[in-house]
């Protein structure tokens, strides 16, 4: 694979477009110039710091290094998604483990599938798109358990009134909460390249890789992206329902918002 | 021994006190809570199977306390009725039918539903679809389909207009004949607690003494 080489002068040329998307909220009222501004400068500083980490981490090539940058990925992943499950009494842990548990278990599969080689130059990103699509449908159900949970109190404490465990009269919500996180990566899943194509994918055309190669390599990807991003959902939902109910199998009474 | 039995109970619901040091003795048969909103009826009856714990206190069942007992079992045997519907989506059958099974019990639909004066038409109805009476009907016997020993019916016609309470009155009364249940109803209308119940206890505003009433 050939590789490109990308000059700083290049990255400031592509910034025309930006511009051009700030002229057109300016001349639309839009109001989002400065956020704009804002994103267009936080993904430079962002990128180029991981981009610093990553280049130590390739050349100290050690697993521990690898470990402790998925680690500190999973941390800012599970304290983002928390800020979206805010409805979620005590989410960070679930979400941290959620994520944990999905970067370890694909990474523990494609090594063992054989499909990329212990080494932190597949290990690392490919971890790190999978607490990524983890972190936003983890984020998502979540949130929605959050809301759904207080909406349907009366269901789930009649329910509870019956003698159904805790567990049993919040299933109705656990089953809402992970279908909409699902459901996201499912439909992006059906549609890709036909609607749009993936990252990796794209990386690897720019990159100078055999179509075949960067399609296949793809399939790998979303295939085990859904597995991934099921098992962080399911965790997560699981995990946090605990939350709303006492060990007597009790609704907990919780603040209307958060 | 009485049904049930508070010892110096204090209830916080959303972070306010609603009855403090409650002393108070539920009998078998027939009993109706009476007292003005906000005194905590529902909260008293939350306490008896359990949904909630006092602050502080005792609440007995057959004289045992509460938290010693098993509270799943507790719940299938105390079955506690909302204020409001709360059924499960799916038909009325599905209903009743899911309370026997969490109970682990072989549902008997038609005949639970005649107990709750509901039509057996209605059993493959969309049950959220049905009026607000018929649904509370249908709460009433999806509660029995539990097998219970006490019901604990918060405010069981509330909600209804007056042709639908005549009929759930007409079902608690037809229930209370059965020798092997005994009903707690809570209500804020001491006319319908006359026509109901064989004994009526007013939880009192707080600081009041306790009055059991007839």
């Known amino acids: ?258 | 021994m009485p049904l049930f039995a508070l010892e110096d109970v204090t209830a916080v619901r959303s972070g306010r006190t609603v009855f403090e040091g409650l002393e108070l003795a539920l009998s078998e048969g027939v009993t109706a809570v009476v007292g003005p909103s906000g005194v905590g009826k529902s909260t008293l009856l939350r306490l008896l199977n359990r949904l909630a714990d006092p602050e502080r206190g005792v609440v007995r069942y057959r004289g045992c306390d509460v938290r010693s007992l098993d509270v799943l079992a507790l719940r299938r045997e105390v079955a506690l009725v909302p204020q409001l519907p709360a059924l499960l989506p799916g038909s009325v059958a599905d209903n009743v039918r899911y309370a026997a099974r969490v109970a682990g019990r072989v549902p008997e639909v038609a005949g639970l539903l005649a107990d709750a004066a509901l039509s057996g038409d209605l059993a493959e109805r969309e049950a959220t679809a049905l009026s607000v009476g018929e649904q509370q009907r249908v709460m009433l016997a999806r509660a029995l389909a539990t097998g219970p020993r006490v019901l604990l019916a918060d405010e069981p016609t509330a909600a209804l207009d007056e042709d639908s309470r005549a009929l759930v009155e007409r079902t608690l009364l037809g229930l209370s004949d059965r020798e092997d249940l005994s009903i707690v109803i809570v209500t804020h209308d001491r006319a319908q607690a006359d026509r109901l119940a064989e004994s009526v206890v007013a939880v009192p505003a707080p600081g009041a003494g306790l009055a059991v009433l007839g």
Do not use: C, W
């Open chain 1, 1 to 258: 694979m050939s590789s490109v080489h990308v000059s700083l002068g290049e990255v400031a040329a592509s910034l025309a477009l930006t511009a051009l998307a700030v002229v057109v909220s300016a001349g639309q009222r839009a109001r989002l110039e400065d956020d704009i501004v804002v994103a267009a400068a936080r993904a430079f500083v962002q990128l180029s710091a991981v981009g610093y980490v990553i280049k130590v981490v390739f050349e100290q090539d050690r697993l521990t290094f690898v470990v402790a940058l998925l680690i500190a990925m999973t941390l800012v992943g599970a304290l983002t998604a928390r800020r979206r499950a805010a409805g979620v009494p005590g989410a960070f842990l679930p979400l941290f483990i959620a994520l944990g548990l999905a970067a370890a278990a694909t990474l523990g599969l494609v090594v063992a599938l054989g499909v990329f080689a212990a080494e932190p130059r597949y290990l690392v990103p490919v971890g790190g798109m999978v607490i990524g699509n983890a972190m936003t449908a983890a984020a998502v159900a979540l949130n929605r358990l959050g809301d759904d949970v207080r909406a349907d109190a009366p269901r789930i404490e009649a329910t509870l009134a019956l003698g159904a465990p805790a567990r049993e009269a919040l299933r109705p919500v656990m089953r809402r909460s992970l279908r909409s996180g699902l459901i996201p990566l499912i439909d992006s899943t059906k549609t890709t390249g036909l609607v749009f194509f993936p990252g990796t994918m794209v990386g690897m055309l720019l990159a100078g890789a055999a179509p075949v190669d960067a399609v296949r390599l793809q399939l790998v990807l979303l295939y085990v992206l859904l597995g991934a991003v099921a098992l962080a959902t399911l965790a997560a939902v699981t995990l946090a329902q605990r939350a709303f109910t006492t060990p007597a199998h009790q609704l907990r009474e919780l603040p209307l918002t958060k």
